[in-house]
């Protein structure tokens, strides 16, 4: 769409129509006054039922359960969870974690003794190597 003239036209003259019509209706968020900004202020139930009202194409169905929500909201449900999931991380996500944890861990300890080992193995034959010198050394002197 940013390579596209027309679409971009006409989104200026939707933009343009809106501010026009007084499309903002105090609902509007100054300029740097966003979620992220310290001075942002979450609107109260009454604003968004305003907004509500507002909207178009709801039925009074639709209307009357958002209302519902907004002003008397209820806790989330069983169903809720296994609907959109629970905020946090699952047990699935924390075995998977454990799991890859303990995998690099054994590749240390994997790679540590292996390292042990190979040291063991120097030593030892430079103590065998040593040690037949010294008998080379005592058998010639005898």
């Known amino acids: ?9 006409a989104f ?11 499309g ?3 609902f509007a968020l100054p300029p740097g006054a966003g979620p992220g900004s310290p001075d942002f202020q979450m609107p109260s139930a009454e ?3 305003k907004m509500v009202e507002s909207m178009e194409g709801l039925s009074d169905a639709e209307r009357a359960e958002l209302r519902e929500n907004i002003f ?4 989330p449900s069983p169903e809720d969870y296994m609907r959109y999931g629970h905020p946090g991380h699952s047990s699935r996500e924390y075995l998977v974690f454990f ?9 240390f300890a994997l790679f540590g003794f292996k390292l042990y080992k190979s040291l063991m193995e120097k030593e030892l034959k430079k ?9 080379k050394k005592t058998k010639k002197s005898n």
């Open 127 to 135: 103590r065998e190597k040593l040690k037949s010198k010294q008998q």
């Open 99 to 107: 799991v890859m944890i303990t995998l690099i861990l054994v590749v």
């Open 24 to 26: 903002d209706q105090g």
């Open 72 to 75: 008397n909201p209820k806790p």
């Open 12 to 22: 200026a003259e939707d933009v343009a129509a809106a501010a026009a019509a007084g």
């Open 1 to 9: 769409m940013a390579e596209d003239p027309i679409n971009q036209q």
């Open 47 to 49: 604003e968004i039922w």
